[in-house]
């Protein structure tokens, strides 16, 4: 070791006060991580419960509704806008078949009338509260969407079902949204977009948006699951799990509805509030209510992080599993009701 010149030597003072600069320096990253990556509660670890006959029939529910949705109808966008509308007719009639009466938020795209549907449960004590659950039907030029989005609107679907006359403090919203997908993501065009920006003009008080998004493929092979840059080190590399992804803005949402789910689902799950520019963070219509000041996260299977079939020909619904996606549902369904009645936040 070089002794330093006479000159250069540090008082106690100056030492002390560089040790806790070094301190703090180490610390940032510590910090971050808390705040970013680290979940309440802990994720279900090894063998899942064996399934229960709810469980099965509401796989074989969903099983049905994607392959209506990805068979029958197929690819669902605006190059196909006859498909587009009766996507839109059908879960209509779904949504009245359940009891509900779903509105209608429609607008022209390219001189085409695209629409939004909506139903509510009206909360009884908070009605100026809302929790927003959406879901886009839409699907990507050239594939039929079975995953990305079949999953996501056979998920609301059934917690539709589930939902039907339950009694809220906080108003309950649940909306499938159109135009997503390219080349309307993130333009004027997008459904969300229009409906979160309505939402900001009527004064519209929403405590809460979910977006359930490509939720239905899961694998336990090692290193099935890929994630952006240095997420890498921190999370799984078997993509069994489901994801709540969300924004900075929006981290105590995510620290509740994973805290929500871990609670009373033994189904693994992964949570974490980043900087909305990383890649996959923004890749949804959450991001519509980030641009106007609401919280909200993504549901989801991770998408082109897991998913092989991503936007391509291939994404049909043999490759789903319906048996994880139910319990994955089980598990949202009492998130939503938490949310419904939570009056702390």
């Known amino acids: 070791m070089t002794e330093a010149p006479l000159g250069s030597r540090r008082t106690p003072r100056q030492r002390a006060l560089a040790l806790a600069a070094l301190l703090l320096l180490l610390a940032v990253p510590l910090v971050a991580w808390d705040r970013m ?39 669902r966008n605006l190059r196909r806008h006859s498909v587009l509308e009766r996507s839109a007719n059908w879960i209509q009639s779904r949504l009245e078949t359940a009891g509900y009466t779903a509105r209608r938020q429609t607008f022209l795209v390219e001189g085409k009338p695209c629409h939004n549907l909506e139903v509510q449960i009206t909360g009884t004590q908070h009605p100026d509260q809302i929790v927003v659950v959406g879901a886009h039907y839409d ?47 993130q333009t004027p065009a997008m459904g969300s977009l229009r409906y979160a920006s309505r939402s900001r003009q009527r004064g519209e008080q929403i405590v809460a948006m979910l977006s359930l998004e490509t939720m239905g493929y899961f694998s336990e092979r090692a290193g099935s699951q890929k994630y952006p840059g240095p997420l890498q080190a ?15 803005g929006s981290r105590e949402l995510v620290h509740r509805v994973a805290s929500a789910f871990r609670k009373q689902t033994p189904f693994p799950s992964e949570g974490a509030a980043l900087p909305a ?49 139910a319990r994955v549902v089980e598990g949202l369904d009492r998130v939503v009701r938490s949310l419904g009645m939570d009056l702390h936040h």
Request: proline content about 9%; glycine content about 8%; overall charge negative.
């Open 37 to 75: 990556v680290r979940m309440p509660q802990a994720s279900h670890l090894g063998q899942l419960p064996a399934a229960t006959d709810d469980q099965i029939a509401l796989a074989g529910a969903l099983r049905r509704d994607v392959e209506y949705l990805a068979t029958t109808l197929g690819e």
């Open 139 to 185: 699907s990507a030029p050239g594939t039929p969407g079975a995953n990305d989005n079949g999953s996501g609107v056979a998920s609301l679907l059934a917690l539709a079902g589930r939902l039907k006359g339950l009694q809220t403090a906080r108003t309950v919203r649940l909306v499938w949204f159109t135009n997503e997908e390219p080349p309307h993501f």
């Open 234 to 248: 921190l999370y799984p590399h078997a993509g069994n799990f489901v994801a709540f992804v969300g924004d900075l």
């Open 277 to 325: 520019l990383l890649p996959g963070v923004s890749w949804s219509d959450h991001w519509s209510f980030w641009q106007q000041g609401y919280p909200a996260l993504m549901v989801t299977d991770t998408a082109p992080f897991r998913y092989p079939h991503y936007h391509e020909p291939e994404d049909t619904p043999d490759k789903l599993d319906y048996q994880r996606l």
